[in-house]
């Protein structure tokens, strides 16, 4: 599969990749390597692993990073209540320390976690793995392992190697800077807002009921509303929930009413300064010029 | 006409193109290995690489990690690859190849033979040319070096040193004991599951000893923002230094500059070669020892790069002396935004503790509300003194 017929196939699916995004993908997927994707929040970055999942017709996996994030989360964990009542079962039935301890470190006892899973699939599945810079050093450490060999160590199991190479995909915004040794091993891509023809025709994918006039403005007042000073610019969501709140309003022309386009700027526009920011005459200037 | 680059004739092939290419990138300082080489070449086999467009997209992908790179690669395929058509000599670097000079650069000692050198040729300690003609040229060299602000000359390595050490000790004072995982410890607030059962096993399933797990240290992480505006270039030397050894002992360490503008110099501070590093600092900070912006560039900084580096457990160290011609208002709001982060703010102004300091600057009045500590301080010792301070914060 050429690069562009992956841009093809996400089309179908409903996501606009850019170029420069389509042709990492396809490297992604035939070089079998991981790819990570940097880039505001709102510009379809979790997406791209949603979409990939769809268009190679496998499994999505997704592990969601969080500050303390560890291994028992990520990787595997015993099931300790169950360890603790089969031990307790297998005193009474006078079975020997040996055959206990072999019997509650097996597979049985295993809880799978999402990184585990990922690469003990038959058929390989799309691994997101969200917001890796939430996750601290010690936890980037674990994912080299795993992204450089595919195989897992559990000291009492032994390790486990891969099935089949699952596609791995990172997403990071910003929340600090990832090791060099974590960017080495992936594809780079950094995932901007969209231009003004790309997010329309995005909107157009997602809202196909649309009128184009109003599709039209929808773009050019979020496009021109991204370049104030705004403390959060509005993403590719918003955008879809901007439009999907207007056409509920039965809104035909931005400019029409401003009351009405004031309110619905709740969901663009989410922090309390930068509502305070845009008033209604800002807004309609916007409008104006959208228009 | 094509504006691909022609190749000299005895260039042996794409993949030593392909490797000439990643080196040019090397030398404009992207971090790569052997292996992205083979990488690129495989990663060119998967797109139409006679399109420079596609080739371009591919190896951007593989080489690059980070958005400063990303931004400036376009610039560096065009360079290498799309030179409007001129023959491009030297594909493949000779392996006899010696001096590397930009390599190791070191001023130390390229001037020690200049010393001896000239003394060996004024043998009868002359009054004549040769005394004058000597003098003439230092003074030139030190003309040009005033004009262009070389840091260099502010900054020497023994002061690097010395700042280094004291970097070590404040970087090790800031200790956080935040961390939210969980080490298995001998003390601890919870208990380590896992060998609790492990244990238990010997004692048919009864839990007698319990292991407890705890939440470990963790050092913090220290943002430098240092003003080289006309007011400090008095007391560049001290911070300057120190900045260099703060990023020389502390990897996880983030320096910037500002005057009116700021500048991240983190990456040009983590050279390995110490003069180098100013070398490339000094190329930076374009500008230096003139105007000052303080409230402009903290706020650019709380809006950027804060937004990247800058959380929890982060210090931000402002070295200024709060002479600023932004409006006082300003101030509090940059820091207030800067705050939001959640870090502490650690301001060292030299001029704190004159006489009438207090009245002149009110940008430092403004600031204050917004400051965990304010302190003194315009030598290294001063800034060692800071030790316990840091420790309290």
Redesign the interface.
């Known amino acids: 599969m050429a690069?562009n017929d992956l841009q093809d196939a996400m089309a179908g699916h409903g996501y606009v990749a850019s170029?420069?995004l389509s042709?990492?993908l396809?490297?992604?997927l035939?070089?079998g390597?991981p790819?990570?994707l940097?880039g505001a929040a709102g510009v379809g970055k979790t997406e791209v692993a949603r979409v990939l999942a769809a268009v190679q017709d496998t499994r999505l996996l997704r592990l969601q990073c969080y500050?303390?994030l560890?291994a028992a989360q990520a990787i595997y964990e015993?099931n300790?209540q169950r360890?603790?009542l089969s031990?307790?079962a297998?005193?009474e039935d006078g079975e020997t320390?040996a055959s206990?301890?072999a019997r509650?470190f097996s597979e049985d006892f295993l809880l799978e976690r999402p990184l585990l899973a990922a690469i003990r699939q038959d058929k390989p599945p799309v691994l997101l793995i969200d917001e890796i810079d939430r996750a601290?050093e010690?936890f980037e450490a674990y994912l080299l392992e795993i992204l450089a060999d595919y195989q897992i160590t559990i000291p009492e199991l032994g390790t486990i190697r891969a099935v089949t190479r699952p596609i791995v995909v990172l997403t990071a915004n910003?929340?600090?800077?990832?090791s060099?040794a974590l960017?080495?091993r992936?594809?780079?891509?950094?995932v901007d807002y969209p231009d003004r023809a790309t997010e329309l025709a995005i909107l157009s994918a997602r809202c196909p009921e649309i009128e184009m006039k109003l599709a039209g403005q929808i773009i050019g007042f979020v496009q021109k509303l991204r370049k104030e000073e705004l403390e959060k610019a509005p993403g590719i969501a918003e955008t879809l929930d901007f439009a999907a709140a207007l056409m509920g309003l039965g809104v035909a022309d931005l400019t029409d009413d401003p009351a009405v386009l004031q309110a619905t700027l709740t969901t663009l526009l989410k922090t309390q300064s930068d509502q305070a920011s845009i008033t209604t005459e800002v807004a309609q200037r916007i409008a104006g010029r959208a228009a | 006409m094509s504006r691909v680059t022609r190749f000299a004739a005895r260039d042996p092939g794409p993949a030593a193109r392909v490797s000439g290419f990643l080196a040019h990138l090397r030398e404009n300082g992207l971090?790569l290995?052997v292996?992205?080489t083979e990488?690129a070449l495989?990663?060119l086999t998967?797109?139409d690489a006679a399109v420079p467009?596609?080739s371009k997209?591919?190896l951007?992908?593989?080489c690059?990690?980070?958005?400063e790179d990303?931004d400036r690669f376009d610039d560096l395929f065009d360079s290498f690859w799309l030179n409007g058509g001129r023959v491009k000599q030297k594909i493949v670097p000779s392996k006899g190849e010696t001096a590397k000079d930009h390599v190791h650069s070191s001023r130390v000692a390229q001037g020690a033979p200049a010393t001896g050198a000239g003394e060996a040729t004024a043998p009868d300690g002359g009054s004549g040319a040769s005394e004058g003609d000597g003098l003439g040229k230092l003074m030139a060299t030190e003309v040009t070096n005033l004009m262009k602000k070389d840091l260099r000359d502010l900054v020497r390595p023994e002061d690097i040193l010395a700042a280094e050490r004291v970097a070590l000790r404040l970087g090790a004072a800031l200790r956080d004991r935040r961390?939210?995982?969980?080490k298995a410890a001998r003390k601890g607030d919870r208990l380590h599951?896992?060998r609790?059962?492990r244990q238990?096993?010997?004692t048919?399933?009864q839990p007698f000893d319990l292991p407890k797990k705890h939440r470990p240290d963790r050092l913090r992480k220290i943002a430098a923002i240092c003003d080289v505006s006309g007011s400090m270039s008095v007391y560049a030397q001290v911070f300057l230094a120190f900045l260099a050894g703060l990023m020389r002992a502390d990897q996880t360490a983030d320096a910037y500059l500002f005057h009116t503008r700021l500048v991240r110099i983190t990456h040009a501070l983590r050279d390995r070669d110490a003069l180098r590093a100013l070398a490339r600092m000094s190329l930076m900070a374009d500008g230096f020892a003139g105007g000052s912006k303080i409230s402009h560039s903290i706020g650019r900084f709380a809006d950027t790069h804060a937004?990247?580096?800058v959380?929890g457990r982060t210090v931000v160290l402002i070295l200024s002396d709060g002479f600023d011609t932004d409006p006082p208002a300003a101030m509090s709001a940059a820091l207030s935004r800067l705050r939001k982060r959640g870090c502490k703010v650690i301001w060292l102004n030299p001029l704190k503790g004159w006489r009438d300091y207090e009245a002149t600057a009110q940008g430092m009045a403004a600031a204050l509300p917004y400051i965990d500590l304010f302190k003194a301080a315009n030598t290294l010792e001063e800034l060692a003194g800071l030790e316990p301070e840091l420790v309290r914060l």
């Open positions: 690069w170029d420069d042709v990492a396809h490297l992604a035939s070089l390597r790819i990570l940097e500050e303390g560890d015993w300790y360890q603790l031990i307790r297998a005193a320390g206990v301890e509650i601290d010690e910003g929340t600090r800077d990832l060099d960017r080495r992936c594809l780079y891509t950094y | 971090r290995g292996a992205e990488l495989t990663a998967q797109v467009v596609q997209r591919a951007r992908a593989v690059t990690g980070c958005r990303a961390s939210r995982r969980r599951f896992r609790v059962i238990s096993l010997a048919g399933g937004k990247r580096f959380d």
